[in-house]
Structure formats: structure tokens, C-alpha cells
């Protein structure tokens, strides 16, 4: 066994907290040396910088940063990190543009360092159950819900309502991870439908129509304003049988062929993504799938949009 | 010299008329076999088909196809032309979005098929030179001033206010074909300011700020309200001098060194890009970049929108 990857989490917001750190404390790939946060949240253990700049300038041996921060600040802060020559993973979304991401990926690979745009929804327990169903399966229709409150899982993240901050799409992007993952064909957008609060930058709900290769409508349905029951199901129509995955991924069911059997003790999400990362560390390679952030960009770019009422958090 | 290559054109607008069809009659490498449109504009003495399925139905034979109809109907021609074994070219922008364009290329891969998304601007006289000049200079900051007057240069194309359409962005694309091929280093959207007339789905202005990987700024000023004297510029301030790429790349000027010399007889932009696609189809191979594309779709991920007058033509 190598040595644990010294690792700084920058941007100590609700996942960071929430995922992150619980995932990295009990990973023995990983020794975690500080944290990075502008306003000052620190797990009061660890050294503590307010800028990456201070952190490379205080001389503590870093390997490598995870990038927890609103999405519109994380090229500039993976920019610094790759010329100190570290290895960096990118929450989801991993940037506020395709076209950053895209110049981060060239600029890992010229300096040979790890780059993991990650996707955690992938990581739910039956996401890879649905995947080895579906293949080989001719695809007739999908549907995508994703229907949550957020006053309750994104409170006061202002950001998220900002240019690059996605607005419903930042959940949304957990369901096209899914679906790109799963789905045997590329899909792409057919017709897009954003509803924008007056008062926002951001969708608060969108109806997006994709179609696979072959043809078959994959519809999404996608609003924060959801109260009472949430829902995170992606629903998919095949020649033999339906198959329907829920709460994010953790729960399968299906018709015709049951799934495939899966291991008795899986990791966490985030567990799963830092065995990745470190695989990646211990290789010095990529692992950039812009997929799920191409249809974002893809629904923006030729989205139909519809003012609706103020978003009053 | 080859057989020339029956060629169909798909789309009878104005840029089949203007441009399309006298490169292609004047090209020896190319023979025009038919011609395809859904409102039966046709040239009087070919072949006419109201659509692709009836040209392929025809018997004729064809070897490839340049859908030059707007482009928010093109992925499908081009899929089912792929599917025929037709090699294709796309007038630009290659789609309505990114993940379509790409799709299309893996389709033209696995058939062994050419696919050129053409970007005609990158053919204009003076853009070689200037990729040339700006070759290892270092780059200080950039300003693109694409301002025309939509009514006199898009008359009656109400696609280009519908979802896929661009709006200011069909000419401005043509702005970011030139600046990612003759700037040294990769360039993404940093801030994006949208103006939508309130009866139209696509912007008739915008202000984008980019910056590429080494933090210069590169300002975009796309404007389709512009009367009287018409502007398509790209200046580029480096630390050797500036240079003056005006009229859409057709006169460069340079302070410092002079522009590299260019050739006396060069091809009209169309005529380059036939040659080009020529190349393609004699080797079967794909020539899609999508980086314009890429911005353009930045530009809308991350833009503020600000509702102006409604426009009427």
C-alpha cells in the first residue's frame, strides 16, 4: 500500500461537510492536512486558509485538492491548483462552463496530473444494476423526474439562482449523470422549456424533451418547488420489460428480466468517488465525462423561457 | 483526379443561392446531382426532391449531401444521410446543439463516412495570417465588435429567433470560428450578458466576457440592431503589437511586425471549404470542431438575461 494521498478540501459548504469530510476521515488512501474557505468554516483540527494562494504559500505538502466550492469560482481555483502540480477533483457540476472544464482536462494531461470531474449520483447503490439491465435492451421511452423542495436541501446557497449556478439543473445534472451512464445511446435535447423567477438568473423548473440515436423520447420533468413527497425516479420503457430506478438511484425495480444480483456491502457515494480519485492519483490520468454538463448547456442554449413568479427563500 | 462526387444540396435558402451553389458548379471535384427543399425552391434544371427521404428513394445516386437548411431540423437530415452512406457537410452552426453534433461524428466514425461541420469564416482571406502572426506572441487582450443590421442580412429567417436559432449568435459564431482557430490558447466564457426582444426565444444582443487560460480578456460585443456602417472585427492587443483583423477577415493590419505575406490567387470562402470537404471524402474522415459551437452554448449556460424591445421585421 502506498503512501495516503495528502489531500486539502477547498470550499467548506453543506457537502463538504455533509460527504466529504465523513468519506475522506474514514478512507485510509487519504490523509486529510486542511481546509481552504473564504468565510472561515473550518473543522477546527486542521490547518485553515482563507485562499488556495495561502495554502501554497505556507509550505504544508499537499498531493492533491477536492474543489467543493459554488460552481462559477472552480476553474480559477483547479487552474492554481494543476501549476502547483496538484492532483484535483471537481464536485459536481464541474465548472460553470463546458469550455473551462475542457481547458483544465488539457491542462492535467500536459502537466500529468489527475483530474476527476465527479459525478456522485453514479455511485447510488443500483445505478450500476440499471446499467447492465438496459444493455442490449432496445430502448422505447424514459422519463426523468426530479422533483425536490429547495428551501430544504439548498438553503441559502445563492448561488445556485446566479449565472453558472443552474438553478433546478443542479440536481437535475445528478439525474443526466445517471442517464448517460445508463442509457445505451447518446441523447441529446429535442425541445427545452426554463422557467426563470422574475428575481433569478436560474431555472426554477424545466421540461426537457431528449431523444436517444434511435429515436425514443426521453422526457425529464425537473422543479424545486416541490413540497411534501420528493422525487428523484428515472423511469425506462424497453422492448422487454420496465425498468424504474428511485430515490436517486438507491432503490431498482423491474418487469420481465429481474436485475442483476449486487454486492452485499457497497460503499457511500462518496466513499466510491474517493477510491476512484485515488486510483486516478496513483495513475496520474483523467476521468472528465462532460456528458451530463453538455445537455445542460445544450438545454440552455436552445431553451424556450417562461417568467414565473419571484423566488422568495 | 478522382470521379467528381454527386453531390445533392439539402435547403434551398439563401446561402445555398448565394454561395454554396456557384462553388459548387465551378468545383470540377464536385458533380450537383439534385436538389432538396421543403418549400420546393429548387434551381430549374436539376433533380428535385421536397425532402431527403424522397431523394433517397429516387434511385439517384448520390455520395454525399450539404444541408445548408436552418438548424434546428439538421441532425436529423444529417443522421438519416450518414444511414444512407452519404458523406456530409454542415453549413454552420453544425446544430441546434452540441450533443447532436457529436453524436453525428460518432456516427460518421463507425460508418467510415466524412463529415465536415464547416465553419466558412475560418476561409476568409486574411485569417490565416493572422493565426500566423499571433503564432507565440503573447496575447494581452482581445475585443471581437460583430454589429450587423439582422433585417438586411437575415431577411424573413424567423428560424433564427426560435429555440436553436442564436439570434445574434449566428453571425457571432462566426466571430468565435475565427478567434479559436487563430488565437494561441484555449478561451472560455467568463461572463455572458443575453438582450431578448420579449417576442423572440434568442437574443438580438450580447456582451460576453472571456478570458483564456493565461487571464487575458477577451471582450465580445454582438449587436443585430446595427444601422449604417456594419462592423465584424477581432483586434487582438499582444506584447508585440496589435492586430487588426476587419470585415469578417477579409483586411488585416498589424502594428509592430508586419502580417505574414499570403498567396495572390486565393479561393472564394466557399470554393476553400468544398476543397476542404473534398479532401475529407476522398480519405472518409470527420473535420468537427466544435469549440464555437462550445462557447456559443457557454455564452447561454452562464448568461444574464435582460428582457428588451420587442422586435419586428
Redesign the interface.
Same mark, same amino acid.
Not at 5 to 30: C, E, W
Given at each position: 500500500m502506498s503512501d495516503p494521498i495528502r489531500l486539502a478540501l477547498v470550499g467548506m459548504g453543506k457537502i463538504a461537510n455533509d460527504q466529504h469530510y465523513p468519506a475522506l476521515t474514514s478512507d485510509a488512501d487519504f490523509d486529510l492536512v486542511a481546509c481552504v474557505d473564504r468565510d472561515g468554516s473550518c473543522l477546527a483540527h486542521l490547518p485553515y486558509f482563507v485562499t488556495i494562494q495561502e495554502l501554497a504559500e505556507s509550505g504544508l505538502t499537499v498531493d492533491a485538492v477536492a474543489i467543493c466550492t459554488p460552481p462559477?469560482v472552480r476553474?480559477d481555483i483547479a #487552474?492554481f491548483a494543476l501549476e502547483q502540480g496538484w492532483h484535483v477533483l471537481l464536485e459536481k457540476p464541474p465548472g460553470?462552463?463546458?469550455?473551462?472544464v475542457?481547458?483544465l482536462r488539457?491542462?492535467a494531461q500536459d502537466r500529468g496530473l489527475a483530474l476527476l470531474a465527479s459525478w456522485h449520483s453514479r455511485f447510488a447503490p443500483c445505478v450500476d444494476q440499471a446499467r447492465e439491465w438496459l444493455a442490449g435492451r432496445e430502448i422505447k421511452s424514459g422519463r426523468i423526474v426530479w422533483r425536490e423542495d429547495v428551501r430544504v436541501w439548498h438553503p441559502r446557497q445563492h448561488w445556485i439562482w446566479e449565472?453558472?449556478g443552474?438553478g433546478v439543473f443542479d440536481p437535475g445534472i445528478n439525474a443526466l449523470s445517471i442517464a448517460t451512464h445508463i442509457l445505451p445511446d447518446?441523447?441529446?435535447?429535442e #425541445?427545452?422549456e426554463l422557467f426563470?423567477p422574475g428575481n433569478c438568473?436560474a431555472p426554477i423548473a424545466a421540461q426537457v424533451r431528449f431523444r436517444d440515436?434511435k429515436g425514443a423520447l426521453i422526457a425529464m420533468d425537473l422543479d424545486f418547488r416541490q413540497e411534501g413527497k420528493q422525487s428523484w425516479d428515472i423511469v425506462i420503457e424497453t422492448a422487454g420489460g420496465t425498468l424504474t430506478l428511485s430515490n436517486g438511484g438507491a432503490d431498482i425495480s423491474t418487469t420481465g428480466a429481474p436485475p442483476p444480483p449486487r454486492d452485499d456491502v457497497l460503499p457511500g457515494e462518496y466513499s466510491a468517488l474517493y477510491r476512484r480519485f485515488a486510483e486516478l492519483v496513483r495513475n496520474s490520468s483523467c476521468d472528465v465525462d462532460v456528458?451530463p454538463l453538455?445537455?445542460?448547456?445544450?438545454a440552455?442554449?436552445?431553451?424556450?423561457?417562461t417568467r414565473v413568479d419571484d423566488f422568495i427563500e
Amino acid at each position: 500500500m502506498s503512501d495516503p494521498i495528502r489531500l486539502a478540501l477547498v470550499g467548506m459548504g453543506k457537502i463538504a461537510n455533509d460527504q466529504h469530510y465523513p468519506a475522506l476521515t474514514s478512507d485510509a488512501d487519504f490523509d486529510l492536512v486542511a481546509c481552504v474557505d473564504r468565510d472561515g468554516s473550518c473543522l477546527a483540527h486542521l490547518p485553515y486558509f482563507v485562499t488556495i494562494q495561502e495554502l501554497a504559500e505556507s509550505g504544508l505538502t499537499v498531493d492533491a485538492v477536492a474543489i467543493c466550492t459554488p460552481p462559477q469560482v472552480r476553474h480559477d481555483i483547479a #487552474q492554481f491548483a494543476l501549476e502547483q502540480g496538484w492532483h484535483v477533483l471537481l464536485e459536481k457540476p464541474p465548472g460553470a462552463t463546458l469550455a473551462e472544464v475542457v481547458a483544465l482536462r488539457e491542462t492535467a494531461q500536459d502537466r500529468g496530473l489527475a483530474l476527476l470531474a465527479s459525478w456522485h449520483s453514479r455511485f447510488a447503490p443500483c445505478v450500476d444494476q440499471a446499467r447492465e439491465w438496459l444493455a442490449g435492451r432496445e430502448i422505447k421511452s424514459g422519463r426523468i423526474v426530479w422533483r425536490e423542495d429547495v428551501r430544504v436541501w439548498h438553503p441559502r446557497q445563492h448561488w445556485i439562482w446566479e449565472p453558472g449556478g443552474f438553478g433546478v439543473f443542479d440536481p437535475g445534472i445528478n439525474a443526466l449523470s445517471i442517464a448517460t451512464h445508463i442509457l445505451p445511446d447518446p441523447m441529446f435535447v429535442e #425541445q427545452s422549456e426554463l422557467f426563470f423567477p422574475g428575481n433569478c438568473s436560474a431555472p426554477i423548473a424545466a421540461q426537457v424533451r431528449f431523444r436517444d440515436r434511435k429515436g425514443a423520447l426521453i422526457a425529464m420533468d425537473l422543479d424545486f418547488r416541490q413540497e411534501g413527497k420528493q422525487s428523484w425516479d428515472i423511469v425506462i420503457e424497453t422492448a422487454g420489460g420496465t425498468l424504474t430506478l428511485s430515490n436517486g438511484g438507491a432503490d431498482i425495480s423491474t418487469t420481465g428480466a429481474p436485475p442483476p444480483p449486487r454486492d452485499d456491502v457497497l460503499p457511500g457515494e462518496y466513499s466510491a468517488l474517493y477510491r476512484r480519485f485515488a486510483e486516478l492519483v496513483r495513475n496520474s490520468s483523467c476521468d472528465v465525462d462532460v456528458r451530463p454538463l453538455r445537455l445542460v448547456a445544450d438545454a440552455f442554449l436552445c431553451g424556450r423561457i417562461t417568467r414565473v413568479d419571484d423566488f422568495i427563500e
